[in-house]
């Protein structure tokens, strides 16, 4: 339950139009060793600032484990907001295409094609597509207070 709060209080701080859905969740298999295989056509975005700005959950988290994954897609002058996020929590960023800033305190950080950047996401932070074209990036947040 608080896993849920938790994802419907970051999705909602990134500025998606709707809450984590119910029918996005991925059953964890009992035996870890199990491969989990989702397609794109079976993974409905998130979407916020007016289309601009897609997350498409990879392995949404039930809480079982510390981490969420995420690929997102910003079209040009996408941007996101998104508050702090649980005490310790940190976010892996990278881009595979495109140019985005991602401002996180009073720390900027101009990311292009190739590069990574990992962050306290336990403060305030955004992401914005500077460059000309689509950016397309993953996102990892790490969750080091939730039990996995």
């Known amino acids: 339950m608080a ?3 938790e994802r419907n209080a970051w999705f909602s701080a990134m500025g998606v139009s ?18 989990a295989v989702v397609s794109r ?6 979407v916020g600032d007016n289309g601009l ?19 997102v897609e910003m079209e040009r ?21 495109g140019l985005v800033s991602v401002k996180t305190g009073q720390e900027e950080y101009y990311l ?3 590069d990574s950047l990992r962050h306290r996401a336990d403060r305030p ?4 597509n500077s ?10 947040a790490y969750y080091p207070g939730r039990k996995g």
């Open 53 to 71: 700005f897609r997350v498409y959950p990879l392995f949404p988290s039930d809480g079982s484990v510390p981490f969420d994954m995420f690929a």
């Open 125 to 128: 932070h955004s992401f914005h």
């Open 112 to 114: 292009s094609s190739g």
């Open 3 to 5: 896993g849920m709060i």
């Open 18 to 35: 709707r809450e984590f859905p119910e029918f996005l969740r991925t059953a964890v298999p009992e035996d870890p060793a199990v491969t």
């Open 77 to 97: 002058g996408a941007f996101s907001f998104s508050e702090s996020h649980d005490p310790g929590t940190v976010e892996y960023v990278y881009v595979f295409e």
């Open 131 to 140: 460059g000309e074209g689509m950016a397309t990036l993953c996102i990892v």
């Open 41 to 46: 056509e079976q993974t409905a975005p998130l």
